[in-house]
Every structure is written in C-alpha cells, then in structure tokens.
T-cell receptor, first 110, second 115 residues
Framework: EDQVTQSPEALRLQEGESSSLNCSYT??????LFWYRQDPGKGPEFLFT???AGEEKEKERLKATLTKKESFLHITAPKPEDSATYLC???????????FGGGTRVLVKP | DADVTQTPRNRITKTGKRIMLECSQT?????MYWYRQDPGLGLRLIYY???????NKGEISDGYSVSRQAQAKFSLSLESAIPNQTALYFC??????????????FGPGTRLTVL
C-alpha cells in the first residue's frame, strides 16, 4: 500500500531561521512527487513537481529535493508570509491519482 | 474569476439529509477529482473522473456518489449525511496525463458540518 509520511507535524520558526520539512514515501513506480502550500481556509496551491532522484527545484525561499525514499522542502531565511501548511503527494505510474501526506504546519514568527 | 469554483462554501446540515456539493472549472481540463480533508489525515480521494463518461471510485467512496454533468462540472452527493462526513471537501482538476505537466489545481473548498 502506498504511504506518504510528513514530519514534523508542526514547525515554529523565527523569521530568518532556515529549516527543512521531510516527506517519506513508499510507492511502487513513482511518477512524480508534488509539493503544495495550503493557507487556512483555502485550497492547496501547487509549488513543485519532482520526478527523479537527485532532482531539485527552487522558488523564492523554497527548495525541494528528491531521493529514492524521501523528499525535503528547505525553507531558507523564512518570512512570516511563508507560514502555511505544506503538503506533499506522490503519483504512481498508472493514472493521475495523488496520495497525500498529512502535512506540516509551519508558523514563522517575526 | 477563479478557475475552479465550489458551491456552497459552507454548509451545515442534519444527519440523514441529502447534500450536493458542486464544482465548476474554466480551465478546460478533462480530469476532475473530489477529496476530503480531515485534520492530520491530509487529503483523501473520494471519486475521480477522467472525462464525462468515465467515473472512478477513490479510496473512500462509501457513502458518496458523483455526477459529471459536463466537462466543466463535477458534483458530489451525500445521499444520507452522517456526522463523520463532517470535513473540508475539495474539488481539483488536471490536464490529460503528459510528461512534465501533471499538477492538480484545487478549488477553495466546502466546509461541511453534519449535526
């Protein structure tokens, strides 16, 4: 059975304090690992897709990396506006269904 | 205007009532999805549709049904609502599968409370 586990569940950071979120997965035939950002009361907003081990993608203060077993979302020098829940999801080789992890709630205090 | 819209945004109902949640999209995508989100459990897939004539069950379809009225419209029904269906419901869309462009786009969500 496909599983996606995110850690930690919650993260409190001071502004400027860099950190990393983890997404561990077990899936046969990975065909994409997705990162989303979700603000309270809103739907998830797409950030990145990673397809193969060693791949990295960046957007502003966020950088996502992928290995064969896990993905990291690095937040460099975060600002309060980076506060959100970050979700990761995996897609198998067949179809376009996503399996989501439970998310990491990030709070960045000024 | 939003690309993926959901109505209603909030709904409170009673046990046993029939409820319909609606989703419309202007993105021109052929694939549509319904998810529910519960605290700490992430999003779980209820149903998905790859085109108007294609409907598939997701991991938690019991107690739910769907209708794909047109390429742009996908509705979710709870035939007889129960309290453990209280959750945040999201509709999502995506383009037909092709390498390098498979992300799903989500609506704003419907908060459903079943008393």
């Amino acid at each position: 059975e496909d599983q996606v586990t995110q850690s930690p569940e919650a993260l409190r950071l001071q502004e400027g304090e860099s950190s990393s979120l983890n997404c561990s997965y077990t899936v046969s035939g990975l065909r994409g690992l997705f990162w989303y950002r979700q603000d309270p009361g809103k739907g998830p907003e797409f950030l990145f897709t990673l397809y193969s081990a060693g791949e990295e993608k960046e957007k502003e203060r966020l950088k996502a990396t992928l290995t064969k077993k896990e993905s990291f979302l690095h937040i460099t020098a975060p600002k309060p506006e980076d506060s959100a829940t970050y979700l990761c999801a995996v897609r198998k080789a067949a179809g376009n269904k996503l399996t989501f992890g439970g998310g990491t709630r990030v709070l960045v205090k000024p | 205007d939003a690309d993926v819209t959901q109505t209603p945004r909030n709904r409170i109902t009673k046990t046993g009532k029939r409820i319909m949640l609606e989703c419309s999209q202007t993105k021109g995508h052929d694939r549509m999805y319904w998810y529910r989100q519960d605290p700490g459990l992430g999003l779980r897939l209820i149903y998905y549709s790859f085109d108007v004539k294609d409907i598939n069950k997701g991991e938690i379809s019991d107690g739910y049904s769907v209708s794909r009225q047109a390429q742009a419209k996908f509705s979710l029904s709870l035939e007889s609502a129960i309290p453990n269906q209280t959750a945040l419901y999201f509709c999502a869309t995506s383009v037909t599968d092709r390498v390098g462009n498979n992300e799903q786009f989500f609506g704003p969500g419907t908060r459903l409370t079943v008393l």
